[in-house]
């Protein structure tokens, strides 16, 4: 059987994760590769409902460590009754956004302890990191153009740019520290450009399963 694989896909909102992964997943599947796509918060019935009240932009009211607490409780959920099983069967599973998304919003964008952070949601994905992890790179201020022309904005879309700027510099301060599994997709490009880039790394992903 076939090694499973978790690829995870990380960016700003407004990157084009959702158009990628979908393109991703085509491509795998074309090599005859089992894919699962999942969305983070979410995925699950019980996730959902988490979802529901973190992306609620009512709840402005919302701590900060209560946050951290329930998108780690969506990832447990997640990871015990879809992720770990999957691969378990050898299949490839793409999630938009994981653990990354929990370390640069809650912690470099909330200002909450990075390494408390990083325990809480090491123990909701049973210590398994991503396989691979592929940050399309916009930046904050190309982020806030397309949110502008998007549809209505949820509760962590609407915070104010400084916001997103710390959650932008988290993301590159983790591609350093995890240089071996966060790779930097330029997002500036045309939408095939970026697909391509994308492609080839999780193409060199399976080289290396299949050795």
Known sequence: MKKGLLISIEGLDGSGKTTQIEMLKKHLENLGEKVIVLREPGGTNIGEQIRTILLDHKNTEMNDVAEMFLYAASR?????????????SGIIIICDRFIDSSIVYQGYGR??????????????????????????????MTSLERRMNASKADRLEREAIQFHERVYEGYI????IFKDRIIIINGEGKIKDISNQMIKEVDNLLKRRNI
């Not at 447990?76 to 378990?88: H, R, T």
């Not at 301060?173 to 350093?176: A, D, G, P, T």
Request: charged share 25%.
């Open 173 to 176: 301060k983790l591609s350093k």
């Open 76 to 88: 447990a959920q997640l990871f015990s009754q879809i992720i770990k099983p999957n691969l378990e």
């Open 111 to 140: 200002g909450l302890d990075v390494d408390d952070v990083i325990k809480a949601n090491l123990t909701a994905i049973q210590n398994r990191l991503p396989d691979i992890t592929l940050f399309i790179d916009i930046n904050a």
